[in-house]
């Protein structure tokens, strides 16, 4: 038998010393062929010619794993495996079979019975068979160092033993002292916990604040917001065709003003967690539609050239989606892509189409971003350059919101620039069901325009003056006749000398609120058949409901819309009319 080979290894534990690998076969070459394969991995590798042979060496040492045929005579590999996992020594010595047959099954199950890890057939493959060993030998170093670990674990629990048991017995001594200081130590922990809990609670109330601001903000917005939508609604119905300039120009702010308020209440509402989306089938053209007419002021006013360049087939791909939402996704990158070139420079909107998804495309040819800089797009409130935001607008959330929405429809939105001036690619990538119920196109979702009916008589309240005079105008425009009250305390009092139809009230007044005078003019003589209509700059679902609680039938958002408004009006019992727009779910009076 041949002296068994050792491989020097670098220095350390006993962990890392070479492993004990036991090649048994009958035959020589065999023997010599698996030595000459296993020498490069370093282990300790002795032979045995028979399976007595073998037993006999497991009685000197411990062995990694063992290496045996299964065909040889006088014991054969089975019975030698069997053998060797009866002594409790040796039960969890891995053996590796060796077998230059077809072993069937039943062998195989016998085998697996008998303790065996593997097998490994004749012809050897000397890469299958080395990599086999060396993980059976890394496991048996790893259970070595376990083993050596729990050993001075042993060691140093029967020191900590003996040192508690030492100090105990000098606590035992002092037993008040050390009472006295647990409870100042009980004292300490207390504290620590209540200023923890103190720390939690105000950065609740921080964001309950931050929550409140941005509402609050936009409520102080919509308040000029109103006076210049209503105002652009008069310069509209005056047919002054000298004032269309400055009608279009009021109209494109406005509309600016409205989406920066609504990117700050979809901002706060995505951090709540609140941000909800009223998905169906809709066909992707009609989307891209509505977002080009949402920037087309923006493109006419910037001398910038829109390029469609749809695949066929791909713009009319059916998407599950919230079509306002994702329109305000495609508006959002068109408005970037004219605010970030220069004018007289082409925009391009593209769509093409895949098993299973639709792309859309916005590409300018601006200012272009580095790779910094497109790494960071999507992060809230990030801006590329402050000067540049500066002198260009926007709030730096806009981009956030889009990415967070078309997630939200199970998609991506991605940047691709090649640098500065060479502008940038944005590509919204949406999943298209396998079978999409009828698309809901635009022309279907948007509201009709009902038509003017005269003879309604109006009250309109509100503490601030230019928002309730411009309501009044448009009104009187639609053919109504108007009454304004600008004080809440004599709201009841027009009221019953008037005897208005329907009643427009601003929620947010000084002395009096909106939901106390809507109480009191319910109380008073037509009460019953008096249309209340909430005009507010507070949109959220619990102030929809108070509205309603305090016995409003309608909860208008300023700035109003005109249709909205003229179909309120239409809807009363002196007129026939269209659905109610807007309901707070209060029946009709």
């Given at each position: 038998m041949a002296a068994p080979v050792s491989r020097?290894?670098?220095?350390?534990?006993?962990?890392?010393?070479?492993?004990?690998?036991?090649?048994?076969?009958?035959?020589?070459?065999?023997?010599?062929?698996?030595?000459?394969?296993?020498?490069?991995?370093?282990?300790d590798l002795h032979e045995a010619s028979s399976g007595r042979a073998a037993l006999g060496q497991l009685m000197q040492r411990d062995f990694a794993v063992i290496l045996l045929d299964v065909n040889m005579p006088d014991l054969d590999g089975f019975e030698t495996a069997a053998m060797i996992h009866q002594h409790p020594r040796f039960e969890k010595t891995p053996i590796v079979f060796v077998t230059a047959v077809n072993v069937s099954d039943l062998d195989r199950i016998r085998g697996y019975e008998l303790g065996a890890v593997d097998y490994v057939t004749v012809p050897v493959i000397p890469e299958i068979l080395r990599s086999k060993v060396s993980v059976l030998c890394e496991l048996h170093r790893k259970r070595r160092e376990l083993q050596a670990a729990n050993e001075e674990l042993a060691v140093a629990n029967d020191a900590l033993r003996t040192e508690k048991a030492r100090e105990l017995q000098q606590l035992n001594h002092s037993l008040h002292l050390a009472n006295e200081m647990l409870a100042a130590r009980n004292e300490e922990l207390l504290r620590q916990v209540r200023e923890r809990e103190s720390a939690e609670q105000q950065l609740i109330e921080l964001g309950r604040r931050k929550d409140e601001f941005l509402a609050m903000l936009a409520h102080e917005l919509r308040n000029p917001l109103a006076a210049l939508s209503n105002a652009i609604h008069v310069l509209e119905l005056s047919r002054d065709e000298d004032r269309s300039a400055l009608r279009r120009m009021m109209e494109r702010q406005t509309r600016l003003l409205v989406r920066l308020i609504d990117d700050l209440l979809d901002a706060a509402r995505i951090g709540r967690g609140k941000l909800a989306l009223k998905a169906a089938p809709i066909a992707l053209k009609s989307v891209l539609d509505a977002a080009v007419e949402t920037v087309s002021p923006l493109l006419t006013a910037g001398g910038r050239l829109l390029q469609l360049d749809f695949e066929p087939g791909a713009a009319e791909s059916i998407v599950q989606a919230d079509p306002e939402r994702l329109s305000q996704v495609f508006s959002n990158l068109?408005?970037?892509?004219?605010?970030?070139?220069?004018?007289?420079?082409?925009?391009?909107?593209?769509?093409?189409?895949?098993?299973?998804?639709?792309?859309?495309?916005?590409a300018d040819h601006g200012i272009g971003l580095t790779a910094e800089q497109a790494a960071r797009i999507f992060e809230p409130f990030h801006q590329v350059d402050a000067a540049i935001e500066r002198s260009r607008g926007g709030l730096g959330i806009g981009l956030t919101l889009a990415r967070q929405i078309v997630e939200m429809h199970g998609g991506t939105l991605t940047v691709h620039s090649d640098g500065l001036g060479h502008g940038s690619r944005f590509s919204v990538r949406l999943p298209v069901p396998a079978e999409a119920a009828p698309a809901i196109t635009a022309a279907a979702r948007a509201p009709q325009a009902a038509a003017v009916v005269a003879g309604c008589r109006a009250l309109v309240i509100d503490d601030n003056h230019d928002s309730a005079d411009t309501l009044a105008m448009l009104l009187q425009l639609l053919g109504h006749e108007v009454r304004c009250v600008y004080d809440p305390l004599q709201a009841n009092a027009v009221a019953s000398e008037f005897v208005p139809d329907v009643v427009?009230?601003?929620?947010?007044?000084?002395?009096?609120?909106?939901?106390?005078?809507?109480?009191?003019?319910?109380?008073?003589?037509?009460?019953?058949?008096?249309?209340?209509?909430?005009?507010t700059g507070w949109g959220q679902p619990e102030e929809r409901r108070r509205t309603h609680d305090a016995g409003f039938d309608h909860h208008l958002v300023k700035p109003v819309e005109l249709e909205v408004v003229a179909r309120i009006c239409a809807g009363l019992p002196m007129a026939a009319a269209p659905a109610e727009p807007q309901p707070t779910g209060r029946a009709k009076h």
């Open positions: 020097e290894r670098p220095p350390g534990t006993a962990a890392d010393a070479p492993a004990s690998v036991l090649l048994v076969d009958d035959q020589p070459a065999r023997l010599l062929a698996y030595r000459a394969i296993l020498e490069p991995l370093g282990e068109l408005s970037n892509a004219v605010k970030y070139s220069d004018s007289g420079t082409g925009i391009t909107l593209a769509a093409r189409g895949g098993a299973g998804w639709i792309e859309a495309t916005v427009f009230l601003d929620l947010g007044m000084p002395r009096m609120s909106g939901h106390e005078v809507a109480r009191v003019l319910r109380a008073g003589g037509r009460g019953s058949t008096l249309v209340l209509v909430a005009v």
